[in-house]
């Protein structure tokens, strides 16, 4: 069976400082990989998607980047947080156009 | 434009009351329609796909409906535990758009 894991699921930051967060896939190939964002009492942000290896869309500019090294690992980075980036930050797979399946989410707070 | 929106933003139910969330839509070829349940702190959960005009699915006192235009989740005699955020979520293509969701709050 298909599984994904997010980590970390908390995580505290000062401004200014670096950020990687990590998202795997296991029990499937090739999957569409996604980064969403949820601020406390809104919608679900799409951040970034990946169809493949080294292939990135990024939906909204901003401060954080993505990366797809292996087939079914998705980082989500930073080389400088600011406060405005705190929120839910939630990993998603889906394949061939069927439903996501999404990972436990990792709460970031920028202090 | 592609747009999902979702009423009512927040809703308190009796335990025993049942009723409707609803999900309108537009976009360009739809592929899917898609319900989450999310929980305060986890990921959403999957709980329904949608495909076609007419098309219903049913899960314990949940039941999921799509038109053309809107999908309907209906909440049959709730209980506490159903009380959750519940997202939706429309796919013309390899993209998902979600809409706020609808925040569902039970009373025993």
């Known amino acids: 069976s298909q599984t994904i894991h997010q980590w970390p699921a908390t995580l505290v930051q000062p401004v200014g400082s670096p950020l990687s967060l990590e998202c795997t896939v296991e029990g499937t190939s090739n999957p569409n990989l996604y980064w969403y964002r949820q601020a406390a009492g809104r919608g679900l942000q799409l951040l970034f998607y990946s169809v493949g290896i080294g292939q990135i869309s990024s939906e909204v500019p901003q401060n954080l980047s993505a990366s797809r090294p292996q087939d079914r690992q998705f980082i989500l980075s930073s080389k400088k947080l600011l406060l405005s980036d705190s929120g839910f930050y939630l990993c998603a797979w889906s394949s061939q156009g069927y439903g996501y399946t999404f990972g436990s989410g990792t709460r970031l707070t920028v202090v | 434009e592609d747009q999902v929106t979702q009423s009512p933003e927040a809703l308190r139910l009796q335990e025993g009351e049942s009723s409707s969330l609803n999900c309108s839509y537009t976009v360009s070829g739809l592929r899917g329609l898609f319900w989450y349940r999310q929980d305060p702190g986890k990921g959403p959960e999957f709980l329904f796909t949608l495909y076609s005009a007419g098309e219903e699915k049913e899960k314990e006192r949940l039941k999921a409906t799509l038109t053309k235009k809107e999908s309907f989740l209906h909440i049959t005699a709730p209980k506490p535990e159903d009380s959750a955020t519940y997202l939706c979520?429309?796919?013309?293509?390899?993209?998902?758009?979600f809409g706020t969701g609808t925040s569902l709050t039970v009373i025993p």
């Open positions: 979520a429309v796919s013309p293509g390899n993209q998902f758009y």
